[in-house]
């Protein structure tokens, strides 16, 4: 296994553990995707699992998976208060128009006695911005949001929202996506555009892009993973 691949595991591992999910534990997971990373990560702990995703394909999908699969939208979640021990919102909420991060928080703090937001920060290396400038645009382009917050805003949003924060913690990359990796991925990122349909010239960023991804290395920003329990 690559480096690369190594912190990647490594990275996972820690965020999981700071939710210490037990065996038996009813969760609802917000946005399921294309992967249900987070999901089969909740399975394996052993976890009552209740996935949602507003996208009928994405659920349909993963209808082997021994969960329940809802859809909807996460502003208004179909569940009576406190129906859950935890809810998870794994990468999901940078893709929800920021206009209702608020809204979103507060149902999941309602369905739950507890809520863990784990989001990308906004990063300091020079290539990730650029690489996430690109993708936000392109993403925007088609109608779906891409907007990336600092650990302070989802920490605040908690709180405001009357959670009692016990976890707000970075988790760093260490290790720069090059070479072989890193073509890989770009690869893989090219790919994913196409798929959603944007413009062209978007796929022509990440192209070029890519060529400076593989000789100099990309640094992937922190991890944010904030937890809330309600009182």
Sequence with gaps: ?????????????????????????KVLDVGIGENAHS????????????????DSKTLNKHKNLK??????????????SSEFD?????????????NLHQKVVSELIRVSQSVMMVEPELGEDRLYGVYRDIWSRAMHSIGRFED??????????????GANVVVCQK?????????????????????????YGVPKGYVSEFRDLAEDVKR???????????????S
């Design 171 to 195: 988790i760093a990359h260490e290790d720069k996506l090059m070479g072989i990796e890193a073509d890989k991925f770009m690869k893989g990122v090219i790919g994913m555009v196409r798929n």
């Design 86 to 98: 935890f809810s998870v919102a794994y990468f999901t909420l940078h893709e929800i128009d920021p």
């Design 39 to 54: 999901t089969k990560e909740l399975i394996g702990l052993g976890a009552l699992v209740t996935a949602m995703d507003t």
């Design 148 to 161: 990336y917050q600092p650990l302070t805003y989802w920490k605040k949003s908690l709180e405001e929202c």
């Design 67 to 80: 969960i329940y699969l809802v859809k909807g939208g996460a502003s208004q979640l179909p569940f009576i």
């Design 1 to 25: 296994m690559s480096d690369f691949l190594e912190e990647q595991k490594r990275i996972e591992e820690k965020i999981w553990s700071l939710a210490q999910i037990k065996c038996g534990v």
């Design 216 to 230: 100099l290395g990309m640094s992937f920003s922190d991890i944010s993973v904030v937890i809330g329990d309600v």
